[in-house]
């Protein structure tokens, strides 16, 4: 491409609808644990806690594990439910995640459209049971050059070193050539920001950047990224 070689996309809430995802797996391991209907508002109330949890663990102040867990014990506590059924609970909540599968923009049209004219990348925080089903599920793992997990490596985005083992990983590469794409600031952004790459905020809602991450293009539909490349 004109402007960049290697393309770092995130995946949830940017190819791939999370929120679709979350919502059809919670609800029915509601059903399946013998919880109940889980609400909209019981849904709003566990995204405000999921989210907590997330910055937490950007921050370097939690593990994976203690935010996976823990995120699910403040939710269950908060509803009535025994807190106890939060590990079981998550267990198959990562692997029921990946059944619901909802592209953000037409984003596998977009990613066929540019596999062979540069290299693209997943790179994402989410676990490596939820994000290989959905990968796998989406179609997205037959037409990426190589996805790199926060699980395997060993540090999470925003983190520099996550993003020093990628590139340690996929080869000699001018970072003023490679674009990571995102929706999150505190992740994606930031990360792109600290390991000096290119960055690119997929921001549909449009929300305002009240962080210290440095957003080079702005975009509210996955497709203008074209225009960037």
Same mark, same amino acid.
């Given at each position: 491409?004109?402007n960049f070689d290697v393309i770092l996309w995130d995946v949830d809430g940017t190819l791939l609808?999370?929120?679709?995802?979350?919502k059809a797996a919670i609800r029915s391991l509601f059903l399946e644990f013998g919880l109940g209907?889980?609400?909209?508002?019981?849904?709003?109330?566990?995204? +405000?806690?999921?989210?907590?949890?997330?910055?937490?663990?950007?921050?370097?102040?939690?593990?994976k594990q203690q935010i996976l867990i823990g995120r699910f014990e403040e939710f269950f506590s908060?509803?009535?439910?025994?807190?106890?059924?939060?590990?079981?609970?998550?267990?198959?909540?990562?692997?029921?995640?990946?059944?619901?599968?909802?592209?953000?923009?037409?984003?596998?049209?977009?990613?066929?459209?540019?596999?062979?004219? @540069?290299?693209?990348?997943?790179?994402?925080?989410?676990?490596?049971?939820?994000?290989?089903?959905?990968?796998?599920?989406?179609?997205?793992?037959?037409?990426? &050059?190589?996805?790199?997990?926060? !699980?395997?490596?060993?540090?999470?985005?925003?983190?520099?070193?996550?993003?020093?083992?990628?590139?340690?990983?996929?080869?000699?590469?001018?970072?003023?050539? +490679?674009?990571?794409?995102? &929706?999150?600031?505190?992740?994606?952004? @930031?990360?792109?920001?600290?390991?000096?790459?290119?960055?690119?905020?997929?921001?549909?809602?449009?929300?305002?950047?009240?962080? !210290?991450?440095? +957003?080079?293009?702005?975009?509210?539909? @996955?497709? !203008?990224?074209?225009?960037? @490349?």
């Amino acid at each position: 491409m004109k402007n960049f070689d290697v393309i770092l996309w995130d995946v949830d809430g940017t190819l791939l609808n999370f929120l679709e995802a979350e919502k059809a797996a919670i609800r029915s391991l509601f059903l399946e644990f013998g919880l109940g209907e889980c609400s909209d508002e019981m849904l709003r109330r566990y995204s +405000v806690i999921n989210r907590k949890y997330w910055n937490r663990l950007e921050r370097r102040e939690m593990t994976k594990q203690q935010i996976l867990i823990g995120r699910f014990e403040e939710f269950f506590s908060a509803e009535g439910i025994d807190p106890s059924l939060s590990e079981r609970f998550n267990e198959a909540y990562q692997v029921r995640l990946g059944d619901t599968v909802v592209f953000c923009d037409h984003s596998k049209e977009l990613v066929a459209s540019l596999a062979g004219k @540069l290299r693209q990348y997943v790179v994402s925080n989410g676990t490596v049971t939820a994000q290989t089903k959905k990968l796998q599920n989406s179609g997205f793992d037959m037409l990426i &050059d190589g996805v790199f997990l926060s !699980e395997e490596i060993g540090f999470e985005k925003p983190a520099k070193e996550f993003f020093d083992c990628v590139f340690a990983k996929i080869g000699d590469v001018d970072r003023n050539r +490679v674009l990571i794409v995102g &929706d999150s600031l505190t992740s994606d952004i @930031l990360g792109g920001t600290y390991a000096g790459i290119r960055t690119c905020w997929y921001n549909p809602d449009g929300g305002v950047n009240d962080t !210290e991450a440095r +957003v080079d293009f702005e975009i509210r539909d @996955l497709n !203008e990224v074209l225009g960037i @490349l």
